[in-house]
């Protein structure tokens, strides 16, 4: 079982997205960021400014790698490049955590550039499962696996995604990072009451918390449909989930994501101190 | 439902919504689909738009998503490292009928790759001539940074680059330019290459000293100055030492 004191060396409290553009600030006043996320995707150049500064910030904050393209639930094999990569960039950052998506991007040679849905199977479970023991065997780490932000759903599902995600944890050991806002997203898309989801879900396997902005919309029925676009402040309703995460699974190490139209970092480091300041009371 | 079947639906706006998906009611997903095919393309263009700024800025806002939407679903990406994608796209320029009448465009995106090749390339430490006796500069035997790329075009590439991401540049003059990229620290640094450069950057391989690169250049571009190519060469971080299996 994925062991949180052991296993994941994330301080209890707020952290950011790293944005190149924010890297001054985090050297001089990070304020309430006590720790950052990198996208492994966007450093596996090799050298130049990006691993510098990498390096420069891993010496100061600790590092989680979020990986965004390793198609753990693909259906074909994983890219042994790709799994090499990663594992190279692991071996020479020794990160805090290393984290993916319950998801796939590709298909034979294609990159789909996207975290797209799985149906909830007992195949997809099985084949699921075995990319995780082989992520965690590859990169001699245990890893945490984030749930999806989705907008529809699929016929052939045969159990609901909080059973799909505790049974990988349970069969493979990972961890689970909880995506509140996605929570928060496929809830309001899929008709489930997001409460609920979270209170079934395995919070003690849970090593991260997810925090984001999505965007409004509606489909041609006139239902809502949120798009998890990470552009934007996280929203009061997200907030209270969160919140409410916190009072029934204790302080987690919790992030701030924002991917697109990224503010000046004071915006980013106000919504840390957000959630900080909910982490508070619950700090042991 | 398979993965290729929603692959190829993503790819294809105008592809039916492949069976078994559908909303909360039980019907369809329609709408829902295409939140995933506009992240796609979405995502595609911003990172087309931001790997070809000077592309972006020639073609204009418009024109240019245009062109991206229509490269990436006939390019889609095969890396999940984006940093070089849109490698096909000056051979698509080329064979781009629309812009048949903008030549120079297949070129200017062969230098926009070369410099984001440059910006993620291994760190070397440059040759450092300062203080070294002009026989001895004449002995080494260096090779080009691995940050160093060359482009060379029929047409004024360099001129064109500047003129678009430098105020009060020049208007370019319609002659032929090669350009030398050399990343002294961390920004790349497109440098108008001199007559001869290009012969003189291809014979340094590790055993070719510099003199008997400067030879082959002559050679190969009788009456040339010597002075300020080698001089751009040896102030630009362009070269390095080779490293051994050992170091």
Redesign the interface.
Known sequence: MYDLAQDNRLPHFAGIGYKPQHFQSLISAPGAVRWLEIHA??Y???????L?QLRALADRFPISVHG???SIG??GPL?PD?LA?LKHLCDWLNPASFSEHLA???????????L?PL?YTEATLTRVCAHIDEVQEALSRPMLLENPST??????STMDEVTFLSEIAKRTGCGLLLDVNNVFVSAT???WDPVAYIDAFPLAQVGEIHLGGHDEDE???G?P?L?DSHGREVVDPVWALYAHTIARGGAKPTLIEWDNNVPDFPVLEAEAARADAILQPAQV | ????D??AA??DPNAPVP???????G?P?????N??RN??AA??TD?LETGFPVLARLLGADSFKTLSLIFSRAH????????QYGAAMPAFLEGFEPLAAYPYLADIARLELAIRRS?????ADPLNAAGMDPATLMEQTPVLA??TQIVASPYPIHGIWRRNTQPDAPKPQPVAETVMIT?PE??PIPHLLPAGGATFAGALDGRTTIALALERSIEATPGIDLAPLLTLFLTSGALTFQKGPDQ
């Open positions: 995707e966007n596996m150049g090799d050298g130049g400014r990006p510098a965004v393209g390793l693909g259906e890219d790709h990569r796939w991007s590709t298909h034979g040679d294609t990159y789909l550039n996207d797209l149906p907008y529809l759903a699929f016929a052939e898309n899929q008709t489909d041609e029925h239902a449909l798009i | 439902m398979q993965q290729s929603f692959t993503i790819l069976p078994g998906l559908l909303d909360p009611e019907r997903a329609g709408k829902r689909f939140v995933y992240n796609l995502s595609l990172a889609p990406p095969t890396s999940r490292a984006l940093s910006y993620h390339a291994a760190d691995p940050a990343r961390f920004d």
